[in-house]
């Protein structure tokens, strides 16, 4: 099992109880889709799953990553280091240093097997920039190796965020909102590049949408989330329209629909109603 979420809860200071009794199980090269409204509680969920955020503090609360403890009743493992280095964080805004060299943004996914004075001075070995020129090769942008980051249009500047995780040796990645500032052929690739990752390496991937489309096409598995609720678990092709608006009521026209208003382009389905396709075979 890659990851094991019990009893998950989480309250803000300001009283918002943003995330509400979590049971989750995902095993090792699952590509699972996280979809639901804005407000939902995706980014949350997936901070905690990286350690990033702390659980109610008391709660009966774990969280694992490969047998090894994230957080549990609300305090943070103190190993967590050893855990997150295992762990690949992509975020919507990609989250890469402008100014440096793409090849270099890449390496930073190395810095925690580095000493500390090799990742101050950023010396790097033949064989480290090696792995992430082949990175780069993997997502499609070897040949932007020495741009600088901010040079990269949004879609490339993904691939390089993903290339990142690889170069760690994430055994999982989370994928907060990828796509969500993305046109709709950047989407598919990124999209496409994540089903491969997790195809060919065995990576888990857990991949937060706004829009269950995407999660139709690429993820076999989709949990959707409601008001801090898992409100559906399961195969991602059962997730219909009229199943939606059971879940969802008024909110399931912003999952149906918003992909096609923001990222038009995408072949519908002749029955389809707004928003919606058939499901595609795996990504090739
Ligand atoms: N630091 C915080 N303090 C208080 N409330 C917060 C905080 N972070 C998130 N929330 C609230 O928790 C709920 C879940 O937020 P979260 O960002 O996880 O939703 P989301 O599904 O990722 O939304 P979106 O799709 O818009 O990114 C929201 O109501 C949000 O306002």
New binding site residues.
Partial sequence: MSLHIENLNKH???G?H?LRDINLEIDQGEMVALI??????????LRHIAGLMPADVGSESCIEVYGECVQRGGQIDRNVRKTRARIGFVFQQFNLVDRLPVLVNVLVGRLHQMPWWRSVTRVFTVRERALALEALDRVGIAECHAQRASTLSGGQQQRAAIARTLVQGARVVLA??PIASLDPESSRNVMEILARICREDGCTVVV?L?QVDMARRYCPRTVA?HQ?RVVFDGPSERLTPALLRELYGMQADEILNGSESVHSGVTRHPNASAGWQQPLPQAA
């Fill in positions: 803000f200071g300001n918002k943003a639901g409204a804005s407000g939902s509680g995706k980014s949350t969920l907060d909102e937060s706004h989330l801090g």
